[in-house]
């Protein structure tokens, strides 16, 4: 079983593709493989992004909920 990439290890990744890249000295059909690999990881790691962006903004979400509710109960008393 595949284990799960992380964004550290993935970005490792991308970079030494991209390094392989500006070297210049793969022949065209390995290029095209290396690109369409970077290519794949970049989305992977982008998707990565989005979704810790996401839990942040729900995290936010509920803090300001709960800043609101704690507001409301303190007027209260």
């Known amino acids: 079983m595949a284990k799960e990439m992380n964004f550290e290890n993935g ?16 022949n065209l059909e390995d290029s ?3 690109y369409e690999k970077a290519v794949k990881l970049a989305s992977r ?14 995290l936010t979400e ?3 909920r709960q800043d609101i509710a704690d507001e409301v109960i303190s007027h209260d008393d």
């Open 62 to 64: 509920n803090l300001t």
């Open 32 to 34: 095209f493989k290396a």
């Open 45 to 58: 790691l982008k998707s990565i992004l989005d979704q810790g962006e996401a839990r942040i903004a729900m």
């Open 11 to 26: 970005m490792d990744e991308l970079e030494a593709l991209v390094e392989t890249l500006e070297k210049g000295e793969l």
